[in-house]
């Protein structure tokens, strides 16, 4: 799946959104005194999706996100999980 610039600048602002999102899960669940597990691969996949998603249904085309590009995410990714 090709991707124009701006499409992968929206996919690191998002990254950085979980990042930032994970430290601070992390930062509550230590003041609660529950230890981190790692973050696997299939988690940051999940997240990033959801996030997208919610992103897309909130904003819409608005941010340049052509039509459809949840479903061609999606799609592969399971080509990628399958292999």
Do not use: C, N
């Amino acid at each position: 799946m090709a991707l124009s610039g701006h499409v992968v600048g929206l996919l690191k602002e998002y990254m950085r959104d979980l990042v930032e999102q994970a430290k601070q899960e992390t930062a509550a669940h230590a003041s609660f005194g529950f230890s981190t597990v790692p973050y696997r691969p299939d988690q940051a996949l999940s997240d990033l999706l959801a996030i997208l998603d919610d992103r897309i249904e909130s904003e819409g085309v608005q941010v340049g996100l052509p039509e459809g590009f949840l479903h061609k995410m999606w799609g592969s990714v399971t080509m990628l999980v399958r292999r």
